[in-house]
T-cell receptor
């Protein structure tokens, strides 16, 4: 899983709660990404950031928020507005330029109780 | 619009036999193509990529992939499968000057002893 860490590995949330997933990288990558993985659907992009203090919505941003205050960190908050948050969440990072591969963290499995 | 298709949900192969996992893509311009592998409850690991040049790309763990522009395919291959190759495999595509990597829905490879 390279130099990307995600915490916690497992997270349980009660309905109506906001939770924050941590993602840290020590690869000196400019770009960072958050994906959601559901069985049979592959990976779907939630948010991405190509530079500090800037980020863009992905394909399924509703109910999620992010910040990018430091190059190494890209936390994801799952808000109470996300109606179906139970999923496996993956963080990734890469060098800039389209041809560079993304490196993935180990993931956080979020379950709503 | 970019898209990628993995037509097989599961591929079964006997240990020692060659394996192929199929991927086709659609993108405007020259594509950047990637293969990743995922073991249970883990993040994705990068296997190989095609940017330009030789159509046969060699990657990690003895895997290789063949880029075929006329058929818009990028099939993953290995001459002799191992039981330890059993995992979920994702193909991904990115167009030039685009921000997003588009993933297929994944193919589960099962190698039987």
């Amino acid at each position: 899983d390279g130099g990307i860490t995600q915490s916690p590995k497992y997270l349980f949330r009660k309905e109506g709660q906001n939770v924050t997933l941590s993602c840290e990288q020590n690869l000196n990558h400019d770009a960072m990404y958050w994906y959601r993985q559901d069985p049979g659907q592959g990976l779907r992009l939630i948010y991405y950031s190509q530079i500090v203090n800037d980020f863009q919505k992905g394909d399924i941003a509703e109910g999620y928020s992010v910040s990018r205050e430091k190059k190494e960190s890209f936390p994801l908050t799952v808000t109470s507005a996300q109606k179906n948050p139970t999923a496996f969440y993956l963080c990734a990072s890469s060098l800039q330029a389209s041809y560079n591969e993304q490196f993935f963290g180990p993931g956080t499995r979020l379950t709503v109780l | 619009a970019q898209s990628v298709a993995q037509p097989e949900d599961q591929v079964n192969v006997a240990e020692g036999n060659p394996l192929t996992v199929k991927c086709t893509y659609s993108v405007s311009g020259n594509p950047y193509l990637f293969w990743y592998v995922q073991y249970p409850n883990r993040g994705l690991q990068f296997l190989l990529k095609y940017i330009t040049g030789d159509n046969l790309v060699k990657g990690s763990y003895g895997f290789e992939a063949e880029f075929n522009k006329s058929q818009t395919s990028f099939h993953l291959k290995k001459p002799s499968a191992l039981v330890s190759d059993s995992a979920l495999y994702f193909c991904a595509v990115r167009g030039p000057n685009t921000d997003k990597l588009i993933f297929g829905t994944g193919t589960r490879l099962q190698v039987f002893p």
